[in-house]
């Protein structure tokens, strides 16, 4: 039950760029915001974010995995992929360079370290 709240209809328009590998992945939907949180769905993937004064959490699931990602300015973080078919978790750290949120607008510019030490640099 909700009680004492707004849902608003929101039109998100943004990508979510991978600098290490040259791709860039475009979100352009509509999502539901109550608050300070977002959600969307797009190719099949219910994304959250929680948007806080000094970090966002991003939530993604689909029908074979779940992605529990926390940004924090300048602090390292951890991330959690769950692959449902393996009931196994793979983690990964993630450390936060720029964080921007204000009205309307939300940047974040992150390096994921894969278990392996590989380290990707991305821009959502």
Do not use: A
């Amino acid at each position: 039950n909700f009680i004492g709240g707004v849902f608003i209809k929101v039109k998100l328009k943004g990508y979510l760029l991978n600098i290490t590998e040259s791709t860039k992945t475009n979100i352009d939907v509509f999502g539901i915001k109550n608050k300070n949180i977002i959600t969307y769905i797009s190719d099949d993937v219910k994304t959250t974010v929680k948007i806080f004064p000094d970090k966002v959490e991003l939530i993604r699931e689909s029908s074979e995995f779940i992605h529990h990602i926390s940004y924090s300015l300048h602090n390292q973080t951890s991330s959690e992929y769950y692959i449902k078919e393996f009931t196994t978790s793979i983690y990964f750290n993630i450390y936060t360079t720029h964080l921007e949120v204000k009205e309307n607008y939300l940047k974040i510019s992150y390096q994921l370290e894969d278990p392996k030490k590989t380290k990707n640099l991305y821009i959502y």
